[in-house]
Structure formats: C-alpha cells, structure tokens
C-alpha cells in the first residue's frame, strides 16, 4: 500500500497498535517486555504505536535472512537471529511468500521513528507452521497457514467484540514493534487467533493478499461503507487497497462504482477490475464529473483510500445525503470537516483499524474464486531479491506495480 | 433550541431544508411556487434553505394574530391574513400551544437571510384540524393533531426511505419558507403525513416536545449515536435538544450519562433528568474529567447539541475506540477532524437533520410516562404574550428558560 501521496492516490498502510488508554505508561504497564524507550502519547505521534518488545533468539547461533530496518533511510537483507518460541501461545512459521506494504516504506524512510533499528519489517505473508508453544492447539508443525497483519489475544474485550484490532496486546505490532515477515521465520503471538489454515491445493499467493489489503478494503471500505445493491459509490485511490474494496465492493452489487486517482495506468487497470466510470482528478474537476453523472445528488458511498486531506475533503464534497464516508487511509494530519453543509446530511463517516475479522469470510470468496486477489500482483521476485523488489515498489508508479510477491 | 454559543451550551436548531441537488436552480425548477429571489448555492449558505414560496390568503379579509418577522432585528405580533387551502393535501389547523425555538431566534437576529419579511415564524405546536382539503383522508376538522417541524409529501424518494428530512417538496419549511406556528392558525402541507392525531384527554403541553426537540434528540443523537444498555455516554451541550437526548437515551438503559455544559442551572437540571455525572466544562477540564471517569478509555457515544467547533473537538478528545460520535448541533463553519489520531480508532460520525420517522414510538414513550417530555418546560404564556415570551427565551440563563409554551 504504497505512500504516494499528491500525486498518485495510493493508500498508505492502515495497521496500527494504538494506545487504548491514551496513556502510553498505563497500556505500558499492563504489557510486559515493553520498553519505555519510544513510548509516547497520541497527540505527540501521528496515529503510530506506542510500544516495543524485545525479541529473543535461540542463543544456538541458528540464523537466517531477513530485511532489517536500521533507522531512517537504512535497510539491509542481512543475516540475522531465527526467532524461537518465547511465549506457550506462540508459533514460529517458515515463510513461504511475503510482500512490501507502503507502511514499509514509511518506516524506512523514518516517518515511524518507534521503530526500532534491527527491526525485521514486514506484516502480510503465508508460511508452513515450524514450531508451535504448549498453548497452541489449532495448529502443528507443518500446517500452511495465512499470516494476518493483525495480532490478536482472542481475550480481551477488545477481541471479544471483534475489534481485534485494539486487541490490548496485539493489534499492529508485527514487523513494528515485534520482528515481522520478510523474513525466512517469523514468530507469531497468539498463534491461534493470529494464522488461519489453509487447505492443501490452495493458490497460496493469492492468498497473501488476505493479510490485509483484502480485510482492509472490505472491512474499513466496503463495510463500513454500507455499501448496497443498486448503490452508486466512489474509490478515492486506486493502490492496492483502493483496488481491494473495488473488488470486494461488488460482493454487494453496486449499479455504478467511480474510481479516482492521478495515475492512467491504475485508473486502467481499476476498470478491468469493475470500475463503472474512472476519473483522473489531475486532468478533470472531479467533484463536477461526479455530480454530473449522479444528477447532482452526490454518491451513495464514498470510500477514501489515500490518507491526504484533499481527498478526504473530495469524499465530503461528493457525499449525497444519507450517504456514507468510509475511510481507509492513513491521515498524518487533521482535515477540514464542512459541518457547515454536512451537519444536515444524514452521513456517516467511519474510521478503522483493520480487524481482520472477516478473513475466514474473504478466504472463501476467493478459494471460490467469487474475487481474484491474484490479480493485484504485478511483479514477482525472490524472496533473498528482497532489495530489488523494494526499489520496484518504490518506484510503483513508472513499475506500474501494485503488489509485489516474494517466495522463499 | 436557543443558539447562545460560548457562554452556554444550547443547541442550535436543526430543521433545515437543503438543496439535494447542489443547485438551487435545478431545485427550483421542481417546486411549484418559489420565488427565486432567495435562491443561493449551499456553499453560499450555512446549512440553510434556499427556497421560498408565495402564500395565499382567502381574499374574504379573514384575519387573525400572528408573530411576524420584518427583516433582521425586527418582528412584531401583528393582525395578518389567516391561512387557507393552497392544495387538496393542506390542512388548515388552529393552533392550541406553540413554543419558541433557538432558530426563532437566528431567523430574527438576521442569520438566515432567506427568510423573507413578511414571514410567520414557529415550526413546533398541537393544534385543532380547522379545515382539510380535498385529498386529505387521515384528519378531519376537530382532530387533535401535533404538528411535525418537518414536511413530508410521503411520495419521494426521500420519503420513501424515512428520510423526511430530505422530502423533496417538504422538509423543514415551516415558520421558514412557509408561514409558521406562531399564529392562531397555521396551513399544513401534505397535513396527512405531517401532522400527527392526539387522542383525547392527553396532555397537550407535553406533546408540543413531540414537535421537534424530541424526536431531534433522539435521531440525532441517541439512535446515530447506536446508545446500548451499560454504555457510557456523554451529551456535549445541556439545552433543549440536549436534555431531549437526556431523557430518550435512557430507553436504552446506559450506565453512565455524563452532561457537560458551562450553566451551572442546567447542569443541576440535567442531574434531576438521569444525568449520572455533570461537568461545568468553564470550571474544569473536561477531557481529564470524562478520561478520568472512563478510566482512560473515553466514552462509548459523545452526542453533540452544542453546534460550534469546540464542543464537536471535545467529542473527538473524548471518544473511545471503537465509540459513535453523533452530531446534533447545527454548525455554521468547519471544525477540524483529527484523523491523524481518529483514522485508527474505528469510531462513526454521524449527522442528521430529524426525520421525525420517530415520532409515533416516541407518543407512545410520552403517553406511557416512559419520559416526561413536560419537564422540559419552564415558562407559560398566553399566545398574545407572544413578545414577552420571546424575550424571556432571549435571556434564557438569566431565566432559567429551556422550553416556553405559549397558549391560544
């Protein structure tokens, strides 16, 4: 999900721990081997975690590679410590395939300074179960398994209510606070409520996409979003994530669905996907073409899947009454909200942190191939070619790259 | 509804025709018997209407009192012609009771320049059926009625859906781009699905909150704000609208009610209505307060019935992960949206101008003593004490005055 922002509408990642308390010392302290290093209040980071762990190995001298963040602007495929089992609830998975999320490139590029340098990056991918601790029981060694971008305790109220996401000791934290999944290994907390099975036969690299690009876009956009049959909605961003809620959107049928974004090539692409009608806003007045095509009425849904004010306010302005603004994007800064016109709009707007609740749902619809997340993937690598796929990624525009696999 | 912002916290009203088509023209061009002249663009206004119509009299010199509105500052209780039949769905209702709304207020202060010299003002009040007209079939003359601050035709779109709101011939119109309330006699349009029957021997004061505050509160704030029994809420603003959400909040059973305002006198009187916390946000911090009671995890739902800025951000400070921040208040410039901290935190943001779909549940909550809507009525007048009235809802903190009956 790379991070373009200006001027390609790309999402930027959307994973994030975030301090339940509003006090990093209180959540600080309710979770053991945190340091306080990095711990920091909300207002002081920008919708960023808070805290760190710190991550054992073997001690046995096993290695093996891995992409490492070493502060800003630094990255190597190194060779590193193999994790091992620290908690009972915990399982070591070999990785099979991994990709890049913008959220990477984010961190590498310093906008996260929490994270800490040694930190192995990386939060999607699918693996082969290597060793399980005394507590797991929904899987053993050799299971192939989807890694979610979100780790879960399944205890605590959060879980309880299906908000993963604010899981008070997991949520975001793989390849940020913990060691994550560019790796050869990677260890995984909460191992049964943080991998989910998957079947011999499947296309596993279809299936990275249910980390969480596919669960992002449908549960922050599509669901959230309301979106119904007969509904005329809009995709503010045509990245990877934008392009999951395209997809995912018509598990619910919309009559007409309206991509925006700066770049031909993904507006291209997005009508292959299922977009009724593209709109490149650098080279026409969007918010004119859009009410133009609804009779001055406005969208139904309006799904923002960038992270800039410009086009979360592109959201506000193209929302018909009793409509609905989903965000997606990662916001760095606040936006302006026009209560002035909206206040009398019977909207809504929502906000999420990927829960990544309805990942069995989605597995389904794309084991019987209802959605094609293949379709995503645009470059392939190997996963010690972990550096040139980065630079692809970086360069996602003049790559014409949306996903990038990378198979062990 | 006063609209005294700063000082105290009291809701602004809310009823408000809007253009659905962005285009006042296009608008116009759909709706019989509007005068152009006040036609402006939505971004011209501040969540205002922007038609108008031309109102018949009998031509026999059939007179009667009403409250008349001659430009900013300016309004007398004067003889004027007496309503009658414009279509074969008006009724003709002479008024029993009526009231005083914060927009009242607007209209004369000179806020909403739309509204044409010449206008009877008042959305709210019960009342006898006078005269029918010929497609009316659900009211007779002598019926009992409440009539509805919002217009429904019933056979639009919007209608169809329950959102009367937005009924594309309806609305909030009345005491606005029609003659009002305020008036010994009142023409309804659509009076079949705008007026509501009364049975006899109910309490007619109590009903006259059946108007508007009531179901405004409820919609906007208690049903937006998804409010479920053990949650915690807090109502930002202890006006009319805030202490209407007060009452019908506590259908849902929550655990906590906490009501911020800066009036000391409303607070008390927000304690004696279910308020299980009060906070003078003048004298204290009401952010550490509301964090400090929740144990740092902000509230479930924070109802807004203020309408400024500050008040809506304190509902951004205050609201828990996963919590539903609904706007009642009528805002008349931007706020900020910190979705650099609110991206993450899978909360709602909803806005609504009442529908008054609620209505009928809500009668029955009001005969049944479920809520006791009269408690909200501090001051009574006789219908030709019209202006002292007024000026007793002008100075409301001084008078202690949340709702003014006037008596015909």
Redo the contacts between chains.
């Keep these: 999900m790379g991070s373009r922002t200006g001027v390609n509408y790309t999402i930027i990642r959307?994973v994030?721990i975030?301090d339940?308390?509003?006090?990093g010392r209180?959540f600080a302290a309710k979770y053991k081997k945190i340091t306080m290093t990095n711990l920091v209040l909300?207002?002081e980071l920008?919708?960023v975690s808070k805290l760190s762990t710190v991550e054992k190995s073997s001690g046995k001298g096993d290695t093996m590679k891995a992409l490492v963040y070493h502060g800003a602007g630094r990255k190597s495929w190194e060779q590193t410590a193999k994790p091992v089992l620290q908690e009972p609830t915990d399982a070591v998975v070999r990785i099979l395939k991994t990709t890049i999320c913008g959220t990477d490139l984010h961190i590498i590029k310093g906008d996260l300074p929490e994270v800490k340098d040694g930190r192995i990056l990386g939060h999607e991918g699918v693996g082969i179960v290597e060793e399980t601790g005394s507590a797991v029981s929904n899987f053993k060694k050799g299971d192939h398994v989807i890694i979610s971008c979100v780790t879960s305790c399944g205890k605590c109220e959060?879980c309880k209510?299906g908000?993963y996401?604010?899981c008070e000791k997991g949520g975001w934290i793989l390849g940020y606070m913990i060691n994550g999944t560019q790796a050869e290994y990677v260890r995984i907390p909460y191992a049964d409520n943080s991998l989910y099975a998957i079947p011999a036969g499947s296309d596993e690299e279809a299936l990275v996409m249910l980390s969480d690009i596919l669960p992002t876009g449908f549960e922050c956009g599509v669901l959230?979003g309301q979106v119904k049959p007969g509904d005329t909605i809009a995709i503010v961003g045509a990245g990877p994530v934008g392009m999951a809620a395209l997809l995912t959107s018509q598990f619910y049928t919309p009559a007409e669905i309206i991509v925006i974004d700066q770049d031909n090539n993904r507006l291209k692409v997005a009508k292959t996907f299922g977009a009724t009608h593209i709109i490149n806003s650098a080279e026409e007045n969007a918010v004119e073409k859009i009410?133009g095509l609804t009779?001055?009425?406005?969208v139904d849904t309006a799904i923002e899947a960038v992270?800039v004010a410009a086009t979360?306010e592109l959201c506000e302005a193209i929302i018909g009454?009793?409509g609905h603004i989903a965000?997606i994007?990662?916001?760095?800064?606040?936006?302006?909200?026009?209560?002035?016109?909206?206040?009398?709009?019977?909207?809504?707007?929502?906000?999420?942190?990927v829960?990544t609740v309805t990942t069995p749902m989605l597995f389904k619809t794309v084991q019987s191939k209802k959605i094609e997340p293949k379709k995503l993937i645009t470059h392939r690598f190997k996963l010690d070619q972990m550096i040139e796929a980065y630079d692809t990624f970086e360069h996602a525009a003049k790559e014409k790259a949306l996903k990038v696999i990378l198979e062990n």
């Design positions: 959307r994030c975030i339940l308390a509003g006090n209180t909300d207002k920008p919708a959060f209510k908000m996401s604010h959230n009410m009779g001055g009425r406005g992270g979360f009454a009793g965000n994007g990662v916001h760095g800064k606040p936006v302006t909200l026009h209560l002035e016109t909206l206040w009398s709009r019977n909207i809504s707007i929502t906000t999420r942190l829960d």
